[in-house]
């Protein structure tokens, strides 16, 4: 009976994997079709929407991405995202001739450095820059800019501390990249 059971749950995991890679294949097709522009290696192994005014740099990869709205958003080279997460790249114009606002839409672009992790579900409202070698704790939302090699959280993201820019730089130049 043991070894039945054995075979029953080998095979439920081989196929959710086997289910799992076409997913991630048809997300990352979704994601090369709308972005404006993209350099390979790109991984998507989540639900992932890009507007049509994202640009990739190399090795990205999404767990689970949304990016939203008119404003253009670049994003470096290794950057890695946790399951969750959204750049908002556009505001309500609250100025405008109507409460709460009016029909005008006010794009805000976001620029994200090269060696970039954001955990799961940080938030990115548009108009700010991440610098290089940044992380963003799960849960954040950022609503400024983060210099290079900060380490920030909360909400909004504060830095809290820095990575060691000794370390960082010889691993960037010993191109060790995940």
């Known amino acids: 009976m043991d070894k039945i059971w054995y075979i029953v749950f080998k095979g439920f995991f081989f196929l959710k994997a086997k289910i799992r890679k076409k997913q991630a294949i048809y997300y990352k097709k979704q994601v090369e079709n709308n972005c404006r522009k993209f350099t390979a290696p790109l991984r998507v192994n989540g639900p992932t929407y890009v507007s049509k005014y994202t640009e990739l740099g190399k090795n990205v990869s999404f767990n689970g991405m949304t990016i939203g709205g008119k404003g253009e958003v670049i994003i470096g080279d290794n950057f890695h995202s946790?399951?969750?997460?959204?750049?908002?790249?556009?505001?309500?114009?609250?100025?405008?001739?109507?409460?709460?606002?009016?029909?005008?839409?006010?794009?805000?672009?976001?620029?994200?450095?090269?060696n970039v992790w954001f955990g799961d579900d940080v938030t990115i409202i548009g108009g700010v820059s991440i610098g290089n070698g940044v992380i963003i704790q799960a849960g954040s939302v950022v609503v400024s800019n983060i210099p290079d090699y900060a380490i920030a959280g909360g909400h909004p993201a504060k830095i809290f501390k820095e990575r060691n820019v000794e370390h960082y730089n010889k691993l960037l130049k010993e191109k060790k990249f995940h």
Do not use: M, R
Not at 85 to 97: P, R, V
């Open 82 to 114: 946790g399951v969750g997460c959204k750049i908002l790249t556009q505001i309500h114009n609250y100025e405008g001739d109507a409460l709460p606002y009016d029909d005008k839409i006010i794009p805000k672009n976001t620029v994200i450095g090269d």
